[in-house]
T-cell receptor, first 108, second 113 residues
Framework: GQNIDQPTEMTATEGAIVQINCTYQTSGFNGLFWYQQHAGEAPTFLSYNVLDGLEEKGRFSSFLSRSKGYSYLLLKELQMKDSASYLCAVADGYQLTFGKGTKLSVIP | KAGVTQTPRYLIKTRGQQVTLSCSPISGHRSVSWYQQTPGQGLQFLFEYFSETQRNKGNFPGRFSGRQFSNSRSEMNVSTLELGDSALYLC????????????FGEGSRLTVL
């Protein structure tokens, strides 16, 4: 079966760093995606990891450990506009299986 | 380049009715996926089409069906609507013939009364 876990909610302060963790147990694995979804909007792509290690893209970084079934999304220099839900998704065959998302609130 | 377009954006139906939702992918994208999003369950995979063929299907009852046309546009249909079908239905397209980055539409918000 497919099981993807991530925290339901997190709160962080503007300018700080926050790490959102994701653990997964899936029957197959073709890569791990992170998406951002603002309230009332469509999810948008943030990052993709298929090999172990860290991928950095501006203020956002994503890490993957396939042996541990673990990933995290690191957001640096938090801004108010980063308040959103962050979705972890595992690629398996021709589908993405999503976690339930982590709602991040950035406070002044 | 135009994004993924879904119609209608909002609709209200009553139990027992059926509904058809439409999705136009980004030009050149041949893969279209459908997801149901609810507050309690998050994004759940419905099905994926590539070049008019359904390649994968999620764990939804047979009331949920879909198809893809030769121009890559896709429709999904839900028959005999139930209250629990109230959700945001998201369509996503991809230019990859394997699982790649998905580009989502704004969704169709269905309310079943």
């Amino acid at each position: 079966g497919q099981n993807i876990d991530q925290p339901t909610e997190m709160t962080a302060t503007e300018g700080a760093i926050v790490q959102i963790n994701c653990t997964y147990q899936t029957s197959g694995f073709n890569g791990l995606f992170w998406y951002q979804q603002h309230a009332g909007e469509a999810p948008t792509f943030l990052s993709y990891n298929v090999l172990d290690g860290l991928e950095e893209k501006g203020r956002f970084s994503s890490f993957l450990s396939r042996s541990k079934g673990y990933s995290y999304l690191l957001l640096k220099e938090l801004q108010m506009k980063d308040s959103a839900s962050y979705l972890c998704a595992v690629a398996d065959g021709y589908q993405l299986t999503f976690g339930k998302g982590t709602k991040l609130s950035v406070i002044p | 380049k135009a994004g993924v377009t879904q119609t209608p954006r909002y609709l209200i139906k009553t139990r027992g009715q059926q509904v058809t939702l439409s999705c136009s992918p980004i030009s050149g994208h041949r893969s279209v996926s459908w997801y149901q999003q609810t507050p309690g369950q998050g994004l759940q995979f419905l099905f994926e089409y590539f070049s008019e063929t359904q390649r994968n299907k999620g764990n939804f009852p047979g009331r949920f069906s879909g198809r893809q046309f030769s121009n890559s546009r896709s429709e999904m249909n839900v028959s005999t609507l139930e209250l629990g079908d109230s959700a945001l239905y998201l369509c996503a397209s991809s230019d990859s013939d394997h699982t790649g980055e998905l580009f989502f539409g704004e969704g169709s918000r269905l309310t079943v009364l």
